[in-house]
Every structure is written in C-alpha cells, then in structure tokens.
C-alpha cells in the first residue's frame, strides 16, 4: 500500500503562517482551518511548522512532505458521521532543537505575517537566562526580532500572533513575556516601540476535542483510505476559534472563509469563561479520579453512572451557578461531545499538566463558591484531592508536569506523613498554586478528608460519599 507521501501537491502554497508546535491538537486545528481556507479562493497560503519539544515528529511529517489526515468523527442530528481529508497545507516542519538557524531565517520570509502556537498551560512562562531552543517567549522573542531587522523596522512588516495556550489572556501574557526578554536580550528601544506598533497579540479561545493518532484503528483506517498515513489525526466535528482583536486596522487571515466557527470579537470573555470553566473544567476535575478508577477515556466515564452524576454534579452544583447566563444547553453540549465514541480521548492526555490546569480551569469555581456563595465545594475538593492522589501514584508515569512541580511534590511525598497531612502541604505549597490554598480552609479541609477517604476506601467509593 502507498503511503501519504506520495499525495504530495505539486508547487505548495508560499509559506504564511508560522506555527510554533507540530502535535495532533494544531495539525487538526490549525491545519483544517488553513485547507479549507485555501479551498475557499479567498486564501493562498502554507503553514510552516516548528516542533515543539525535542521529542517531536519533524521527521514525520517531513518524511511525508508535510501531508497527513484528519479524521473528523461524531454525530449531526442524532446520526453517525465521519469524514477523512489529506492536510496538505503544511509545508515542512522545522526541528529548532537541531536547526535553529533554520527557525531563524523563516523570519526573513516577509510573507509570513501570522503565528500561531499551543506550547501547553506553561509554555507562556518568562524565564530569565532560559535556553531559547526550550522556552517558547524567548524563541518567539528571537524570532520577531530577526523579523525586525529583516525588514528595516517597517512598520507594515509586523506579524499577528494568535496563541492558542488555553490560559487567560493568552497574547497579553505572551506579549508581556515577549518584552521581558527583550529587556533582558537589551534589544533596542525602537524594537520595543515595533512590537507595540506593529505586532498584534491576540487574546483567543480554541475549543476542539482532539484525540489524535488512533492507534488501535489505525490499520482498519488507513485500510479503508487506501494509503499510510503515520500522522492520521482524529477530533470531533465542532471546532471554535474566538480570536479577540482590539487593533482596528491589524489584518487577521479569513479563518472564517473556511467554513469553521471562527469568531473575531473585541471581547472574548464570554466565550472564554463559558468553554474553561465547563468543558475544560469538566476535563480536569473528572480524568485523574476516572485514571485511578481504571477508566481509559473520557467516553467510559460518562457511560458509568456514577461518573456521570459525578460530573453532572459538578457543573450544576459548582460551575454553572457561578456563571451569567443561561449555561444549560452548553453544559448539554459538552456532555454530548463527551459521549462521542469515535475520538477515544485519552485520560491520559487530559491529565498531562493537571496543577496549571487545575489553576486554570477550576480553581476559579472554587473561589466563586466560597466567595460569592459562602460554601466550600466538595466535588472540585474531590478533583483536587484525586489529583494529588495520582500524582502520588504516577508521578514519575503518565503524570507529565513542569520540572519545578514535580520536584516540589516528590519531595513531599518522600515525607510519608499521614494522608491528610501530606494533602495540607501540596495545598501549601506556593510554587504549585502562587498562593496558599490551605488559606481556603473550609475548602483544604474538604481536600484532606477526601485524600484521606481515597486512600483508605478508593476513588469510586470516596466519590460516592462526596455525592451524597
């Protein structure tokens, strides 16, 4: 059988958009916007990938000259639908960990005018003296200052950049960490003053489940289309794209032209509290408890019913109550797209970087609960409590986390204290939470009791108790 690398298209679009990350989520994001895109007439333009970890897939995607499938797969109106299209608005995927020089001189391309990345919750992260092939804001500095001195300080030569790092206030904070480094770098006042004038950093919002490579279909699949494909990429049909835009006369790339829900908006608050606080939060307080109750994805755990009660309890009790507006049919919504037995989502891929998720996409409901409502949250405690109950357990497995994190648990750990106690010092801890969450009380003391309860009956049999 072909493989995909013999699909290559002939005389690729010229290279427009630079994306910092090469994984499953922005190849069936980013990757599907930009080919129907292309597809409309209203665009003509190729993406150049940048690998994001030194452990990436440069060489794949490369090897089949940047082509690969997505797989979209879910349900319209109640019925199954499933449909398969070659990506071939890739161009190449540059490897900086090997090639920075490479990386670099993609900023002397003045065609290049957008940038994208998804570098996880603590990709956007200053780090003083950091490594520039590792840290995504000083690489990103590197990148637009070369870009500068390209192009003379033209003031229509700027870019927009677009995260699409699921933390609030994405491209203020990138922007922030942005001249940080270049403070630190002493680039020059009048770069300073470009970047301001002419770069746009865009505060968005993504939302589309990605499951990614299907490796236990993969054979029947590539069966069926006729050809390998070692990158196939499956998500869901929904995708959103809220990119919130306050520079009147900044250009922005037709997204929309592609058929997609993509909305460009002075205020993307709406949208942003809405899909963290219940989907991604749903995510968050669910896949740990779920991991150590046995469970493999996320459809496994809404068809047991005491999961299912677990999360529907969670978004009525202590998510939806706190937002403005009518959140029903959204939290339907998602509870639907949880269901979808095509994408396989991965437990696993959920918990990778639990604490800043937690952060991000919880601990706000948390505080509205006992703020606004004068009660401390149990299921969100429970979440907390099956995190810290995991890692415990994982750590050093699937529990991917920053390496300051994980340093920080692995030595509370080692302490071997009573259960309750060893939950107080993870929530005292101010390098995991930037506070002191035993500060909460009523809420710490929700935490200890169901990590105490955890390892003394497990998961399913805590979690029954929290729900009574």
């Known amino acids: ?76 109106q109640g019925k199954a639908v499933e449909s398969a299209q070659i990506i071939s608005a890739v161009s190449r995927c540059i490897n900086p960990f090997i090639d920075y020089s490479e990386f670099l001189n993609t900023a002397d391309n003045l065609q290049i005018d957008t940038i994208i990345s998804n570098t996880t919750e603590f990709g956007i ?11 995504f804001p000083a690489k990103l500095t590197d990148w637009l200052y070369r870009r500068y001195c390209a192009a003379n300080g033209d003031s229509e030569k700027g870019v927009t950049v677009l995260p699409c790092e699921l933390i609030d206030r994405n491209g203020d904070k990138l922007s922030e960490c942005v001249k940080k480094c270049a403070s630190e770098y002493g680039l020059s006042e009048e770069f300073s003053k470009w970047l301001d004038s002419s770069c746009n950093f865009c505060n968005t919002l993504v939302d589309r489940i990605v499951s990614g ?121 998602v509870l639907d797209r949880f269901r979808n037995p095509f994408l396989n989502h991965k437990l696993a891929s959920i918990a990778l970087n639990s604490v800043s998720k937690y952060k991000a996409r919880v601990l706000v409901s948390v505080k509205d609960c006992i703020i606004k409502r004068q009660f401390a949250p149990k299921i969100s405690a ?51 939470w930037d506070e002191d969450l035993t500060e909460l009380k009523p809420f710490a003391d929700e935490v200890a009791r169901s990590y105490a309860r955890i390892a003394e009956v497990g998961v399913s049999e805590a979690m029954k108790e929290i729900l009574l």
């Open 1 to 76: 059988m072909r493989t995909l690398a013999t699909e290559k298209i002939i005389g690729k679009a010229p290279e427009r958009i630079l994306m910092f990350g090469e994984g499953n989520f922005l190849r069936a994001f980013i990757g599907s916007i930009v080919e129907k895109m292309n597809a409309s007439g209203k665009y003509f333009g190729s993406v150049v990938a940048l690998q994001g970890t030194e452990k990436g897939t440069s060489e794949q995607i490369n090897a089949q000259n940047g082509n690969y499938t997505v797989i979209e797969r879910g349900y319209s």
């Open 382 to 432: 429970f979440a907390l409590a099956a995190l810290i109950a995991f890692y415990k357990k994982e750590l050093d497995g699937i529990a991917c986390e920053e390496k300051k994190y994980t340093e920080r648990l692995r030595a509370i750990f080692a302490e071997n204290a009573q259960p309750e106690a060893t939950a107080k010092k993870v929530l005292a801890d101010r390098v995991l």
């Open 125 to 135: 992260c200053y780090e003083k003296g950091a490594d520039k092939k590792c840290n």
């Open 213 to 333: 490579y299907p490796s236990e279909q993969a054979t029947e699949i590539c069966s069926r289309l006729g050809y390998n494909d070692a990158l196939l990429d499956v998500c869901e049909p929904f995708l959103l794209w809220v990119i919130e835009n306050k520079k009147k006369n900044a250009v922005i790339p037709p997204f929309s032209e592609s058929g997609y829900n993509v909305i460009v908006t002075d205020d993307l608050e709406f949208y942003r509290e809405r899909k963290v606080r219940i989907l991604n939060g749903a995510h968050t307080a669910s896949a740990l408890a779920g991991l150590l109750a046995g469970f493999e994805t996320v459809e496994q755990l809404v068809k047991d019913s005491l999961f299912l009660n677990y999360i529907e309890s969670f978004l009525q009790r202590e998510v939806i109550l706190n937002i403005e507006g009518d959140m029903q049919s959204y939290a339907a919504e």
